[in-house]
Structure formats: structure tokens, C-alpha cells
């Protein structure tokens, strides 16, 4: 029997919440990921704690899927990087390991494996709407296939390796571009 989501997380829904002037809790959506998942450290909090948020709170190595819209991957929630309190909005599906895969289960691991599986992309296909939305029905059916922890930990590794490289190669453009533009307005005003 193939190790389906279901099987090694416990999986739920992000909230929907109005934000608040008076805010002390983050509330996730998918605009504040780049597309490498990284956290854009300008956002703020944007809702106010309650009974109903708490119950909401992510923990640190919770998988972020965001299952709504043409474009589907998955972040880590880390509490290093966001020190206040912080909710999932409804674009996400919240992915949490069951205690007892903890230790043989990387989360970066999951949320590469999940932006890159071609099953997500299937279940996408299936959906044939304008907005697609994958449920937490079908996407806790999806067979996670899982490597001993070095070799998840390799691909982690080999995946921002190739991050870094791809923000590095568009940095230089920008720049080749900025020093080309520089050097034909030197000779028109010559």
C-alpha cells in the first residue's frame, strides 16, 4: 500500500479573516512568498488575535500548500523567521506531520515534494474550472513517495542551490541591462 498525505499529516484548512487596525498576528496569504518561498519581511500583522485564531496558530515545520489558483507549491512555516504569531489564509492547505513522523519526515522536503510531483499537477488538471482549488480530500489521497531523511535532505539542498542561482543570473541581468542602458545614454549625450 503506497504512503499516502493522509497517512504521515494531519491536514486543514487556512482561515477566512477581515484584517484589523489593531493587528499583533500575521495572517499568511500567498502574495507574501516569493517564488522561491521565501517570507517578504515587509509584511506586518494584519489581524487581531481571538479564540478563533489560536486554535489556528502554525507551528514551526508546518507545510503551507497553497491549493487555490493556477499556480500551486508549498512553503515552510518557520518561527524563526516569523517571530509573531501567524494564521493560513484560505489559499492554503495547512500540512501538519503526525508526532511520529517527525523525525523521518524533513518539512522542506514535503513542500519541495509537493510543488514538484506531477500527481499535484494531475489533480489540477481533473478540476477543469476557472479557478481551480484542489480540496484537502483529494490532496490527502496524493502518495508521497519519501527517501531516507539524508537523501531528502540533499534534494532540499540541491533545490536552493539552484534557487540561489537562478536570483543570482536575474540580479546580473538586471545589472547587464542597468550598465547597458548607462553606456547608450553616455553616447547620446556626447
Known sequence: MPITLENIAVLTTGLYLKTDAVADTYYLQGIHFNEFGMFDQTVRPQVKSSPKTEKHLLHHGDVLFAAKGLYNYAVVF??????????????????????????????????WYLGHTPDVLMLHKQLGTTVPSISISNLSKLPVAIPPMERQQQIVSVQELRNKEKSL???????KDQYLKYQLLRAATR
Do not use: C
Open 78 to 111: 518557520d518561527e524563526d523567521e516569523i517571530a509573531v504569531p501567524a494564521v493560513a489564509s484560505s489559499t492554503f492547505i495547512v500540512i501538519r506531520l503526525k508526532r511520529e513522523n517527525m523525525e523521518g519526515i524533513d518539512p522542506h522536503y514535503l513542500a
Open 169 to 175: 543570473s536575474r540580479t546580473l541581468e538586471e545589472k
